[in-house]
């Protein structure tokens, strides 16, 4: 049983990313060190100096590409415990394997760097999807747990190729790279240990660097173009997909490679759904100077109607097992808000 605790140092691959980085504050704030594997001296140095007055040390090192071979074998060295959360998040994908091959050569990769270079690491956490687990076929009232895999994606992907829709592109590769990941201990037997986590739609604020709207991650796009007017009543309500909080995800991370039962598991970190109405309603209250944002129906059964309606991605397993707390959805919604309009300055 691996036991990770403060001072240790550990790895977080894609360190530049929107969930990642509030993984990297959560655990220096804890007084963990962290090395952060990014893709340029300016992403690292964007990082460094974000950390610079934290309670545990924060460095990084260069992997371009993840789905090469070897990618981590320098950066894996002297680590305690491993959070690999790179890899593609679009819908943009021509051919399946522009995903594929990042998601699942760099999952693969960084275990085989450890097996290599560093086989006294404790544990690995991944971060999977809620796509690993979803069947997109599946009519609502309809509860996903851990033991539900996506095996519909994988075979768009396989039948259709490129004319596969792109999200299924996305889907599999996630459940596939996660697939390969609980393979390859399987397979080897590894003297450490490994953990997923399955995030449904990550929203809450941004630390990360990002200059500009259209490069904002795929997740946070979504809610930006309701804060913007970009959307009308006839996109409402929108209903049916499961969220949880930036920060509760990045803790989620903490606690899979801190607390000993987590071995071996899957965790859904969702803290139920939300909808367009709920975007839309929020914004108003929030932020009442913004024009153009469509109406919501405030109407509490229509509220009801709306979450009794949507597919749940159970997230009480994180909560019973990990300890992790879900904060409310007005919270999340409104502290998005926030850091949006100061970043973009509007
Ligand atoms: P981001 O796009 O913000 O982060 C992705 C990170 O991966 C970035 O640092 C990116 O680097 C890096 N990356 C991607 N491809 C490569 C590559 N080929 N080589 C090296 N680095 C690469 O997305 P999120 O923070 O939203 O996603 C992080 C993880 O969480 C992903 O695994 C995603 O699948 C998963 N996830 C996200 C959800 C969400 O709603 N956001 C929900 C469920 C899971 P760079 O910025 O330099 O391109």
Partial sequence: MPAIKPGSLVLVTGASGYISSHTVEAFLDQGYNVRGTVRSTSKGEYLANLFKDKKGKFEYAIVEDIGKDGAFDEAVKGVDGVAHMASPFHFNAEEPEELFTPAIQGTVGVLESLKK??????RVVVTSSVASVMDSNMKPPHTF?????????????????????????????????ERAFWKF????????????????????PIIHQ????????????????????????????AGGMNYV??????LAHLLALTVPEASGERFIT?????????????????????????????????????????IIHDGSKATRVLGLKYRPVEETLKEMGQSLRERFNF
């Fill in 270 to 310: 969702g803290n139920g759904p939300v909808s367009g109405n709920e975007y839309v309603l929020e914004i108003a209250r929030d932020f009442p100077d913004l024009k153009n944002i469509p109406k919501g129906n405030d109407d509490a059964s229509f509220r009801k109607k709306l979450n009794t309606e949507a």
């Fill in 210 to 237: 990002c200059d500009s709207p259209e490069s904002l991650n795929t997740s946070v796009a979504v809610y930006y173009s309701w804060l913007k007017g970009e959307k009308t009543e006839k996109d409402l309500p």
């Fill in 245 to 250: 909080d930036v920060r509760d995800t990045a």
């Fill in 185 to 204: 201990f399987s397979d080897n037997k590894p003297p450490f240990d490994g953990v997923a986590i399955n995030p449904p739609l990550v929203l809450g």
């Fill in 145 to 177: 747990t851990e033991k539900d895999w996506n095996v519909v994606s994988p075979k768009e992907c396989e039948e259709q190729g490129k004319n596969a829709s792109g999200q299924a592109k996305y889907r599999a590769s996630k459940a596939l790279a």
């Fill in 117 to 122: 270079n560093n086989p006294n690491v404790q």
